[in-house]
T-cell receptor, first 115, second 113 residues
Framework: AQSVTQLDSQVPVFEEAPVELRCNYS??????LFWYVQYPNQGLQLLLK??????LVESINGFEAEFNKSQTSFHLRKPSVHISDTAEYFC?????????????FGAGTRLAVHP | ETGVTQSPTHLIKTRGQQVTLRCSSQ?????VSWYQQALGQGPQFIFQ???????GRGNFPPRFSGLQFPNYSSELNVNALELDDSALYLC????????????FGQGTRLTVV
């Protein structure tokens, strides 16, 4: 069975400070990993994904995540956050099971950026 | 803009009633998945439809059912509503395959009173 654990439910940080949102997963099969962002009263938007190849993946708005197979982690980082980054962030794993694929999400991490 | 649209955006129902939520998938996507997101939690997989048939289901009772139409749009039906069914219901469309991106709609906020 696959599962995702987001180690921090809330992360407060000051504007322009670095941030790391932690994500660990468990799976007995090859997985694809995703980070989604959810702004208040909105659906989920894909932030970045790891499918294969380079273990470091980047988004267009400065976030990056590194796939670490030995530690089964996929932590999200940003060197300098903005007020507009305040949102809920979900780590997810996808894998084929029973002939279909589905996303399994963590419980989410609320990033609160303060001025 | 993802191209996935859900309706309605909000609704309030009474316990015991039935509800139908609708989703129009992104053009060209043949797979639709539904998720339930309770307050303060991550989305939970309900089921997935591919080519008008349910091809996967999460840990939800049979009173949660769905349909997919030839144009790949989809419905989620919930019978005998319970208070715990109050949640944000998200629809996601994608192409078949585990390495493809799922595009989410804005969700339908269901409140059961």
């Amino acid at each position: 069975a696959q599962s995702v654990t987001q180690l921090d439910s809330q992360v407060p940080v000051f504007e322009e400070a670095p941030v790391e949102l932690r994500c660990n997963y468990s799976s007995s099969v090859s997985v694809y990993l995703f980070w989604y962002v959810q702004y208040p009263n909105q659906g989920l938007q894909l932030l970045l994904k790891y499918l294969s190849g380079s273990t470091l993946v980047e988004s267009i708005n400065g976030f990056e995540a590194e796939f670490n197979k030995s530690q089964t982690s996929f932590h999200l980082r940003k060197p300098s956050v903005h007020i507009s980054d305040t949102a809920e962030y979900f780590c997810a794993v996808s894998g084929v099971s029973g002939g279909y694929n589905k996303l399994i999400f963590g419980a989410g991490t609320r990033l609160a950026v303060h001025p | 803009e993802t191209g996935v649209t859900q309706s309605p955006t909000h609704l309030i129902k009474t316990r015991g009633q039935q509800v139908t939520l609708r989703c129009s998938s992104q053009s060209g996507h043949n797979t639709v998945s539904w998720y339930q997101q309770a307050l303060g939690q991550g989305p939970q997989f309900i089921f997935q439809y591919y080519r008008e048939e349910e091809n996967g289901r999460g840990n939800f009772p049979p009173r949660f059912s769905g349909l997919q139409f030839p144009n790949y749009s989809s419905e989620l039906n919930v019978n005998a509503l319970e208070l715990d069914d109050s949640a944000l219901y998200l629809c996601a469309s994608s192409l078949a395959g585990s390495d493809t991106e799922a595009f989410f709609g804005q969700g339908t906020r269901l409140t059961v009173v």
